[in-house]
C-alpha cells in the first residue's frame, strides 16, 4: 500500500471521529478488520487536472442502516433501503469533503455512489489503495479508504 497522499492516516481518522461525533451519533472505535461478505460500499471522486482521489467507506447492511437512522434520528428499523442508501452515500459525501479540504489544490467532487453486494471492492482506472482507516461501530466492523491513481 503507498502513501502518494498529502495526508495521513490519523487526519483520516480524525475526518472520521469528526463525523461520527457530530453527524451520526454513534460511537466510532478503532477497528482491525475490513467488512466482508455482503457489503455495502459508498464512494466519491475528488478530481483534479493531473489526478483523482476515491474515498470509500464500506460496511454491512445492518450497520449501514445503524448509520442513517442516527443521522436520520430513527430506529434501524424504521430506515428503509432507500433511505439507508441515501444516508451511506451521504456519509461517502462528508468524508469525502473532509479529504477535499486537506488536499492542496482547488478540485471537485463526483455525487457519492452506493453499491451492494457479496465481496464487492472499489476498483477505479489506475488508482492504488493509499489510506485504510478500520473501525468498529455498534460492534460491527467499517473501514474508510483512500485510493490514489498513480
Not at 454513534?26 to 467488512?35: D, K, Q, R, T
Not at 450497520?63 to 433511505?83: C, I, N, R
Request: proline share 8%; aromatic share 4%.
Amino acid at each position: 500500500m503507498s502513501n502518494p497522499l498529502p495526508i495521513a492516516l490519523a487526519d483520516l481518522s480524525t475526518i472520521a471521529d469528526e463525523t461520527w461525533s457530530t453527524v451520526i451519533n454513534l460511537p466510532l472505535e478503532p477497528g482491525s478488520a475490513v467488512p466482508v461478505g455482503n457489503v455495502l460500499i459508498s464512494c466519491v471522486q475528488i478530481i483534479y487536472p493531473t489526478t483523482t482521489y476515491v474515498v470509500a467507506i464500506s460496511a454491512g447492511p445492518e450497520l449501514a442502516a445503524k448509520l442513517a437512522a442516527g443521522m436520520l434520528m430513527m430506529s434501524p428499523e424504521e430506515v428503509g433501503e432507500q433511505d439507508r442508501n441515501d444516508a451511506f452515500g451521504e456519509i461517502a459525501n462528508i468524508l469525502g469533503g473532509g479529504v477535499k479540504a486537506r488536499l492542496p489544490e482547488v478540485g471537485s467532487m463526483s455525487m457519492p455512489v452506493v453499491i451492494s453486494g457479496t465481496d464487492v471492492t472499489v476498483k477505479h482506472p489506475k488508482c492504488v489503495l493509499a489510506l485504510c482507516a478500520c473501525h468498529t461501530c455498534a460492534g460491527s466492523p467499517l473501514a474508510i479508504s483512500v485510493y490514489h491513481q498513480e
